[in-house]
């Protein structure tokens, strides 16, 4: 079964520095993968989706993630850091059987300093 | 402009009451999802329904039940809440589109914090 794992719960970067938020996945078919994120007190919202077109993909905000099959990772990143990025993001695979719902990780939140 | 609608963003329930959660959607899609969010865990998923009247269980289905008699209102029933139950709720829908029911793009609600009291 697929499955993805998000490493570090919390991350703290200054702003104008470069965020990494990392995520590793395993899925026995090509995955389809995304990263959502969850402002305070909302719902959560896509910031991108990898499908296999391309191996770099980039999302709203700034941000982009790169599909590394040898490295089974999609991990995030943005160059420049806003104040407006703190906020808990989630990377989600898609299932390797029909009728199954994408899995979550376990979420990073990110704080932005001054 | 919005698109999922939870109906109650905050609850506070006894333990062994009835509760129900609702969830409308109005993009006419086919699938639609009930996750719970708890810190450090992640999304964990429920139940979901791929057509009306159809559900499927997801990873953690104990404890709760769904309902999905028309297209764009799929309702997550606790038949006896419990204290673990506190937690926020959050409802989800995609188009079926090609392929599988999770490739698609999910449109959610603004959740629906629940406290069992």
């Known amino acids: 079964a697929q499955s993805v794992t998000q490493l570090g719960s919390h991350v703290s970067v200054s702003e104008g520095a470069l965020v990494l938020l990392r995520c590793n996945y395993s899925s026995s078919v090509p995955p389809y993968l995304f990263w959502y994120v969850q402002y305070p007190n909302q719902g959560l919202q896509l910031l991108l989706k990898y499908t296999s077109a391309a191996t770099l993909v980039k999302g709203i905000n700034g941000f982009e993630a790169e599909f590394k099959k040898s490295e089974t990772s999609f991990h995030l990143t943005k160059p420049s850091a806003h104040m407006s990025d703190a906020a808990e993001y989630f990377c989600a695979v898609s299932p390797d059987t029909g009728r199954r719902a994408l899995t979550f990780g376990s979420g990073t939140r990110l704080q932005v300093q001054p | 402009d919005v698109k999922v609608t939870q109906s109650s963003r905050y609850l506070v329930k006894r333990t062994g009451e009835k509760v129900f959660l609702e969830c409308v959607q109005d993009?006419?899609?086919?699938?639609m999802f009930w996750y719970r969010q708890d810190p450090g865990l992640g999304l964990r998923l429920i139940y979901f329904?791929?057509?009306?009247?159809?559900?499927e269980k997801g990873d953690i289905p104990e404890g709760y039940s769904v309902s999905r008699e028309k297209k764009e209102r799929f309702s997550l029933i606790l038949e006896s809440a419990s204290t673990n139950q506190t937690s926020m709720y959050l409802c989800?829908?995609?188009?079926?589109?090609?392929?599988?029911?999770?490739?698609?793009?999910?449109?959610f609600g603004a959740g629906s914090r629940l406290t069992v009291l």
């Open positions: 989800a829908s995609s188009k079926r589109g090609a392929g599988l029911v999770g490739a698609n793009v999910l449109t």
């Open positions: 329904s791929y057509d009306v009247k159809m559900k």
């Open positions: 993009m006419d899609h086919e699938n």
